[in-house]
């Protein structure tokens, strides 16, 4: 595998920063950035007369990685060429009324070939629901097939976010790129550093990702309750304070952030699926918590060492702070120097869990894919 990693500043000038890939044999080009940048239609122009041979894809995002920096004022470019392995590209958009299931259907169908090993996925991270996504992916893909990737983000605003593969991103676009062949080396970590607090209680009233009661009383009283002077910020704060959930008949737990509240209704909208009968508790997190949990991610991974994409989600941004690329210097304490490490902070992260083979939707994690090949 061959790689380039380079930033395009909005004056459509480039600053490489790692690989030895000249741009014209790129067959894939990941491009990171705010949802203000990403939208220039000019900048698209750009990377595509850079990597006039590659597959373009865009997302935005909620914070942009070039190694161990954050980068938000440039698009961050990784393209790579794959040696033995190949790939294929796939996107549709999710138009008004439509079935979330038969998309995701039609882009495994799309990719699904005998030596299908892994898919990548980039998803619009407001429109679409990431439970249903994922639910839907593992049905559809190949046994054996594993997935990752992330929700695209728009930094702290929450009002849109942009994908798109081989044209100008816009809104509710799912990208898949499908990689082949044995040669390719993967590896997957997941971890989030928060700890969680007060009684388990159950979920009484759900509607997908809408949480109406815990233990029959309105769950919004609750939270307001337990964040004490903190629920002043709401719904800001909520970031600061996920649930843990843990699904009925199942014994691990995923993490949901809390996306908007509704006063009136006495509800709150998480960036994935609360089942009714669920067991949840609230959570949170210290610095080193979170660093330590980006640490464990990246133990999980190391077996591959190529490429690093890392998707973290906005949550650990928030409450981090400044000292948010400490999460990343712990990812490249682990990896090493050799490694390309790229990403991006999102609105719900892709990954398999521990030892279970099957993707799941993550909020507050971070998530990690690895990539190499084994040349002949």
Same mark, same amino acid.
């Given at each position: 595998?061959?790689?380039? =990693?380079?930033?395009?500043? /909005? ?6 920063? /790692? ?38 894809? @865009? ?5 942009? #990685?070039?190694?161990? !920096? ?13 040696? !033995?392995?190949?790939? !294929? ?112 209680? /159950? ?18 009283? #609750?939270? &307001? ?11 800001? $704060?909520?970031? &600061? ?14 993490? !949901? ?7 009136? $209704?006495?509800? @709150? ?13 609230? @959570? ?24 690093? %994409? +890392?998707?973290? +989600?906005?949550? &650990? ?16 304490? %682990?990896?090493? =120097? /050799? ?38």
């Amino acid at each position: 595998m061959k790689l380039l =990693q380079t930033l395009l500043s /909005t004056e459509a000038s480039w600053t490489d920063l /790692t690989g030895d890939l000249s741009p014209e044999d790129a067959g894939l080009v990941l491009v990171f950035g705010l949802r203000a940048t990403l939208a220039k239609p000019a900048l698209f122009d750009e990377v595509r007369k850079r990597f006039p041979n590659a597959r373009v894809v @865009m997302v935005s995002t909620a914070g942009n #990685l070039a190694d161990i !920096r954050i980068e938000d004022e440039q698009l961050v470019c990784t393209a790579l060429c794959l040696e !033995r392995a190949t790939l !294929r590209c796939a996107s549709a958009r999710l138009e008004t009324g439509a079935n979330l299931d038969t998309l995701c259907q039609l882009l495994g169908s799309q990719l699904n070939a005998p030596d299908l090993r892994h898919v990548l996925v980039f998803s619009d991270g407001s429109l679409v629901n990431g439970s249903t996504l994922i639910a839907a992916f593992n049905q559809c893909l190949p046994e054996g097939v594993t997935l990752s990737g992330g929700l695209a983000g728009d930094g702290t605003d929450f009002a849109s976010t942009l994908v798109g593969l081989d044209s100008p991103p816009t809104t509710g676009v799912v990208v898949a790129v499908g990689l082949y062949g044995e040669s390719l080396r993967l590896g997957f970590g997941s971890a989030g550093g928060w700890s969680t607090f007060g009684p388990s209680r /159950t979920v009484t009233a759900s509607a997908n990702n809408v949480l109406s009661e815990l233990d029959g009383q309105p769950a919004l009283e #609750l939270y &307001r309750a337990y964040l004490g002077p903190e629920a002043d910020a709401l719904p800001a $704060a909520a970031l &600061r304070f996920p649930l843990s959930v843990v699904p009925p008949h199942q014994t691990k737990a995923v993490v !949901r952030t809390i996306l908007s509240i509704d006063d009136d $209704a006495g509800t @709150m909208t998480f960036a994935g699926d609360i089942p009714k009968g669920a067991s949840v508790r609230f @959570m949170r997190a210290s610095y080193e918590e979170l660093v330590n949990g980006a640490e464990e991610a990246a133990r999980q991974a190391v077996q591959a060492s190529e490429l690093v %994409i +890392c998707v973290s +989600c906005v949550g &650990r941004r928030v409450v981090l702070g400044e000292r948010t690329e400490e999460e990343l210097e712990g990812v490249r304490s %682990i990896f090493g =120097q /050799t490694p390309v490490l790229t990403g991006f902070y999102s609105y719900g992260e892709l990954a398999p869990s521990g030892h279970e083979h099957a993707c799941q939707l993550h909020n507050q994690t971070m998530t990690i894919t690895s990539l190499a090949e084994e040349l002949a």
